[in-house]
T-cell receptor, first 116, second 111 residues
Framework: GAVVSQHPSRVICKSGTSVKIECRSL??????MFWYRQFPKQSLMLMAT?????????EQGVEKDKFLINHASLTLSTLTVTSAHPEDSSFYIC????????????FGAGTRLSVL | QKEVEQDPGPLSVPEGAIVSLNCTYS??????FMWYRQYSRKGPELLMY????GNKEDGRFTAQVDKSSKYISLFIRDSQPSDSATYLC???????????FGPGTRLSVLP
């Protein structure tokens, strides 16, 4: 149980294009989903917290117009990197907390984004 | 001082050894403590979850929390090459909020 699916696992795009990453909780409902960014050999950097049906809460320094988050249902959140640039290349990971266990996060497998 | 500190390693041990991984933290208000294992290019996987001080055991893994010292540990008994990964500690202040992750310790278990 407690599986989080993240898609795509790898994406390569040209500079200036937008990329959408999906995060789905497959066997539980997630009131809250989190989006992280991870640089090589570094820890997770929280970008934003999204609650179903409301606007995401972004961490300081994260541009909300560049990283659009939508949490339209209890099982799906999306992160769209708009007008991607090479400096946006990174490993993006989502996590989801079950409704009945909000203090536990289950992670997706991550998306490696490379912007050329 | 960082909120959560963890030796980045790498830590190399022979197969079968007992591994001790540790985190220290500065905020005494943390109440919930977790350990995650992350294989290369994969998302973190929850290993252990504890509330407040004390020990918790699950198979070869034991988590210890010492709130008075602001120190948490993860012990791995009879370590296996498949345990080679990065181990992240995490903690939160309130239920479901304010999660903070350590930078992770890279562990290599040599056959």
């Amino acid at each position: 149980g407690a599986v989080v699916s993240q898609h795509p696992s790898r994406v390569i795009c040209k500079s200036g294009t937008s990329v959408k990453i999906e995060c789905r909780s497959l066997d539980f409902q997630a009131t809250t989903m989190f989006w992280y960014r991870q640089f090589p050999k570094q820890s997770l950097m929280l970008m934003a917290t999204s609650n179903e049906g409301s606007k995401a809460t972004y961490e300081q320094g994260v541009e909300k117009d560049k990283f659009l988050i939508n949490h339209a249902s209890l099982t799906l959140s999306t992160l769209t990197v708009t007008s991607a640039h090479p400096e946006d290349s990174s490993f993006y990971i989502c996590s989801a907390s079950p409704q009945g266990a909000k203090n536990i996060q289950y992670f997706g497998a991550g998306t490696r984004l490379s912007v050329l | 001082q960082k909120e959560v500190e963890q030796d980045p390693g790498p830590l190399s041990v022979p197969e079968g050894a007992i591994v001790s991984l540790n985190c220290t933290y500065s905020n005494s208000a943390f109440q919930y403590f977790m350990w995650y294992r992350q294989y290369s290019r994969k998302g973190p996987e929850l290993l252990m979850y504890t509330y407040s001080s004390g020990n918790k055991e699950d198979g070869r893994f034991t988590a210890q929390v010492d709130k008075s010292s602001k120190y948490i540990s993860l012990f791995i008994r009879d370590s296996q090459p498949s345990d080679s990964a990065t181990y992240l500690c995490a903690m939160s202040l309130n239920y479901g909020q304010n999660f903070v992750f350590g930078p992770g310790t890279r562990l290599s278990v040599l056959p």
